[in-house]
């Protein structure tokens, strides 16, 4: 399959393929020297790109085909996991999955949103839009979590929840509230990580927890950006405006208070490089389990409370 | 060029709709039928022949459950402030002038304490007339207070829920408010304080995946619209036409997530009588 290679990426990769091409030749013609000027070339043109990204540019990114997934980072991160499958009511939804493994010395459970990567496997996984039974599937796992004492980790990354008629029979709204109601108060700690799109009710039916981290390049709110330009410009064609006006970026988010920590991503972004990612993650977590798992349960589940409510601007 | 020129500016064809009608003689959606106003309201705003229920603010509904001068109003005057100086076709804080402006309201939801047939409660209702009855943070942080309230005096809550969903206006924020209020609701229910959720016509989106669906109660008005996607949305989806009744009251009754569907002139008898059942 044809690497997908976003617009603002044609540059980089266009210079770092001439580097590939020339050190085929580097053993024989003398242009070590010309190889390393373009390789500081081509880290100073990554380094002016990607700091000058436009929240659309982000999105974009979020939604990169090889961007690492949910599953990715469990093998990447976690060893002897076990995933576990089923709501326990009506069946076992690919877009979402979950189970038990250790990181580093703890059991963790790991909850997230899982794409695929072509046509057939997106079509499994539903493009990692979940039905009722996928949320009600994360919190089954979650409350075996809180059951045997381990924290959770979960990862968003979804376009938003699958708007159907069946999910709407089997009450997708009601399946998500019941998340948010008891997420808010498992007595054990829980770490959010948006590592992709994080599209509204969607993504936050897993998100509620104590820290609440994001990759550099995800996303993370009340709509898609395609669907607000689509209601409130009636047009599908100011989705640029939207993504700017939605402020949806890691660090738009992090001034806003909706998040605690930005996740960086190796050169180029995650998808360039996934253990890079991966081994980030992991080191941040470890970190972040740490602290958490010193706190006792229930001022675990008072200072989430208070986390999401102080959460909101207004004037009286 | 026409005949005819219109030379005075109150007459109007195309006005918007409107959630009352403010004529003394109006259509009904459901079957067309004209009806007078005082007809309309010694009828709970609903519809003689057909039953439509005709969509109601606040005002109407504190009028209709509440025992009369009983009511009061807690944070009257929060307003929402716009955080991210959103700007789409207008200016939020323009659009927010304009619609406190227009319909008299701070903003999309009133709380407070009040009685029910002498019995004290909290509580809250949502107007659909303030930017389709839309959640931001100020809905959040007044729902949240109001359970605050029905914590601290130990009042059964009541919450009318009519909301197109979360207010994309402020985003993020928008979004963390159904958390928010979930997060108080299990607070609320830890404390064993019973929550009655009312959902009217229509009630969507963020509001339907947070407070409305957490009630120990599911009470619906009849023919009232009900989900999480909105009906154009699962259309595009499918691509075909929905069922008819599908996402409606009697709809979400069937697939169990309403226990009582009522007419509206119900409402407070059946509210009352579950109150009862649950506190006494």
């Known amino acids: 399959m044809a690497k997908l290679i976003l617009d603002f990426e044609k540059p980089i990769i266009e210079l770092e393929q001439k580097i590939e091409e020339m050190r085929k030749y580097e053993d024989n013609l003398d242009i070590a020297g010309e190889i390393r000027t373009l390789e500081k070339k081509v880290d100073q043109l990554r380094d002016t790109i990607f700091s000058n990204l436009t929240r659309w540019q982000r999105v974009q990114l979020a939604r990169h085909p090889d961007r690492p997934y949910t599953l990715d980072y469990i093998h990447m991160m976690l060893d002897d996991f076990v995933e576990l499958h089923g709501d326990r009511h009506f ?23 899982q794409k695929g990567r072509d046509t057939k496997s997106n079509v499994y996984r539903n493009f990692g839009m979940p039905n009722p039974e996928g949320y009600r599937k994360a919190l089954r796992l979650m409350q075996l979590a809180a059951k045997f004492r381990r924290p959770i980790i979960t990862m968003l990354d979804t376009p938003g929840a699958y708007p159907g008629m069946e999910a709407e029979e089997r009450g997708q709204a009601e399946a998500i509230a ?82 605690d920590r930005i996740i960086p991503e190796p050169p180029g972004g995650a998808h360039r490089n996934h253990a890079a990612a991966g081994e980030t993650l992991k080191k941040i977590l470890l970190e972040e389990l740490k602290v958490l798992k010193k706190i006792k349960p229930e001022k675990l589940v008072e200072k989430r409370v208070e986390k999401f409510c102080k959460m909101g601007r207004w004037e009286e | 060029m026409s005949w005819f020129r219109r030379s005075k500016e109150n007459i109007s064809t195309a006005g918007q709709k409107k959630d009352i009608p403010d004529g003394q003689w109006t259509k009904c959606e459901g079957c067309s039928d004209i009806i007078h106003r005082k007809q309309l309201e010694q009828n709970y705003f609903t519809c003689l022949k057909c039953g439509h229920h005709f969509r109601i ?4 509904y504190f009028e209709l459950l509440l025992d009369p001068k009983t009511f009061k109003e807690m944070d009257a005057k929060m307003r929402s402030v716009d955080p991210l100086n959103f700007v789409d076709t207008k200016r939020y804080s323009d659009r927010i002038k304009d619609t406190i402006k227009k319909t008299g309201l701070y903003d999309a939801v009133r709380t407070g304490t009040g009685e029910i047939n ?25 729902i949240a207070r109001a359970i605050d309230r029905a914590l601290k005096k130990k009042l059964p809550l009541i919450i009318i829920s009519a909301s197109g969903g979360a207010r994309m206006m402020e985003a993020a924020y928008s979004l963390m408010q159904l958390a928010k209020t979930s997060a108080k609701l299990a607070q609320l229910s830890d404390a064993g304080i019973p929550y009655i959720s009312v959902m009217t016509d229509p009630t969507t989106g963020g509001v339907t995946a947070s407070y409305a669906m957490l009630g120990d109660i599911h009470i619906a008005e009849q023919g009232s619209l009900i989900g999480f996607a909105g009906p154009r949305v699962i259309k595009q989806t499918i691509g075909r036409d929905l069922p008819k009744g599908f996402q ?9 997530f309403i226990d009582i569907v009522v007419h509206r002139k119900d409402l407070k008898e059946t509210i009352t009588k579950v109150l009862r059942l649950l506190t006494d």
């Open chain 2, 118 to 142: 002498g019995i004290p409660i909290v509580i809250v209702c949502m107007d659909f007339a303030f930017i389709g009855g839309s959640m931001g943070s100020v809905v959040g942080e007044k």
């Open chain 2, 248 to 256: 409606r009251a009697e709809f979400l009754q069937e697939k169990g």
């Open chain 2, 57 to 60: 603010g606040s005002r109407e």
């Open chain 1, 91 to 113: 069946g076992d939804d690919k877009a979402i999955v979950g189970g038990f493994g250790r990181l580093g010395e703890d059991t963790v459970l790991v909850v997230g949103h």
């Open chain 1, 178 to 259: 019941r998340n948010l109601f008891e997420m808010s108060h498992l007595p054990v700690p829980i770490i959010v990580v948006i590592i992709g799109e994080g599209a509204s009710g969607g993504a936050l039916g897993i998100g509620v927890g104590d820290r609440v981290l994001m990759f550099e390049n995800a996303w993370y709110s009340v709509i898609a950006p395609e669907s607000c330009s689509s209601i409130l410009w009636r047009s599908w064609d100011y989705k640029e405006q939207a993504a700017e006006a939605l402020k949806l970026s890691a660090s738009d988010l992090l001034e806003q208070g909706i998040i």
